[in-house]
């Protein structure tokens, strides 16, 4: 018989933490003790599984706390994520809003907690890989790699990746690689404002066995403060010199796991059993709200499926009146949506048409979306090699020139 869970939930708030206690209570095989904020550390003891800790109370544990802790919040807001972020909580949801994230929350660090040593337990996000070991993190030490793919043309995949990519760079302590997939010439140079026909891709394909993680630093640009940026274009002229691609990109993401502690690919222009060969812990669809959009998902994550590859969707133009919503696509794919986004509205366009990617801009309510997305995909805080490297403020500007307007509109 499986045993129980074991949850502590404290809260400041007693009405709610009764509320809370009661909610987790009625869950099947969850046991739950409620306590106040001057008691949490000393219930965090052998047996205890989980926690559900207030944001405002994450400061009354220990820095080393064994006790995988999901984080409580009442608003999505960048004070709380990047409070859980420092902590190292394995996630943060709104209550009551996000009550289903949280179960799933809880269920996912348990779970890696019974699994896996406390030293292990405590080093990082649990994701579903297949690269890592069942309910353990990512494989190669301690990296994290994600793709990021649309399930058809304009669902806004890239802009999603490069916001996201921007997020965990800037605001957790993890240098990231963003590498754009499209050697043909993806949308991320066009949406960092760097010129369209440059970038390091022609070089890096032509050096074979020689490109190594000093060589792709070497060329590669930091777009924001820990974001280092790959991407160009490789004139289809020339197509036939560089060789294999494939083995190309494979090559850029064994060189750049040694590079920075999270690779984040803009996969949207290969298909699924290109980014199934990518070999990502986390593989998010981009799905338009609209009928063409679930049919797509659903030939995609059958396609990932006999890949072996895992995948999660995130669902893009949610509005009031979208014929298509979340129940619907959960009726088709047998499961629901990471989360829901509004379309990125003129706010955003406006900032893109002036060179800026505004991934801090989280008032906004497509940014505020992005980032609780990084915030579910990544690990947060005290992650096997996720200290940044001190060299952030630096740009390595390599092949691309700073300052140089758009190549296209």
């Known amino acids: 018989m499986a045993r129980d869970i074991h949850v502590v939930v404290a809260h400041s708030d007693p009405a709610l933490r009764a509320e809370l206690a009661g909610w987790t209570a009625a869950l099947p095989r969850w046991r739950v003790t409620p306590v106040a904020g001057e008691d949490l550390a000393a219930v965090m003891a052998a047996g205890v599984h989980a926690a559900i800790v207030e944001v405002g109370l994450l400061a009354n544990l220990p820095a080393e706390t064994p006790v995988p802790v999901v984080a409580l919040a009442v608003a999505e807001d960048l004070v709380s994520y990047r409070a859980a972020m420092a902590f190292g909580a394995r996630g943060l949801a709104v209550w009551p809003d996000q009550a289903e994230s949280l179960r799933e929350m809880v269920n996912r660090a348990a779970a890696s907690f019974a699994l896996s040593s406390v030293t292990q337990a405590a080093s990082g996000f649990a994701v579903g890989t297949a690269r890592g070991a ?114 190309c990109l494979t090559r850029v993401l064994a060189a750049g796991a040694e590079l920075a502690p999270v690779t984040v690919v803009d996969a949207g222009c290969l298909e699924p059993e290109e980014v199934a060969a990518l070999e990502a812990d986390r593989v998010v669809l981009v799905v338009p709200c609209d009928l063409p959009g679930v049919r797509g998902a659903r030939l995609w994550l059958e396609a990932l499926g006999t890949q072996g590859a895992q995948a999660a969707y995130v669902m893009v133009g949610c509005q009031t009146r979208s014929l298509v919503d979340a129940s619907d696509a959960h009726r088709v794919l047998g499961v629901g949506p990471l989360r829901c986004l509004p379309g990125w509205g003129p706010e955003v366009e406006l900032a893109l048409a002036d060179g800026k990617v505004p991934y801090a801009r989280t008032e906004l309510p497509f940014v505020a979306g992005a980032l609780a997305v990084a915030h579910q995909m990544a690990p947060l805080g005290r992650a096997a090699g996720s200290s940044r490297a001190a060299s952030s403020g630096r740009a390595a500007r390599g092949l691309h020139a700073a300052g140089v307007g758009r190549g296209r509109r």
Do not use: H
């Open 134 to 247: 069942a309910g353990g993190g990512p494989a190669v030490g301690g990296n994290l790699r994600i793709a990021v793919a649309g399930v058809k043309g304009g669902a806004g995949a890239s802009l999603l990746c490069a916001l996201t990519a921007a997020q965990l760079a800037a605001f957790g302590p993890y240098r990231t690689l963003l590498v754009d997939a499209d050697l043909g010439g993806g949308d991320q140079a066009f949406l960092w404002n760097l010129p369209e026909g440059s970038g390091p891709w022609e070089v890096l394909a032509g050096m074979g066995d020689e490109l190594d993680s000093e060589a792709l630093g070497r060329l590669m640009v930091e777009v924001c403060p820990g974001l280092l940026l790959c991407s160009g274009r490789i004139d289809s002229s020339r197509r036939s010199e560089m060789g294999d691609v494939s083995s």
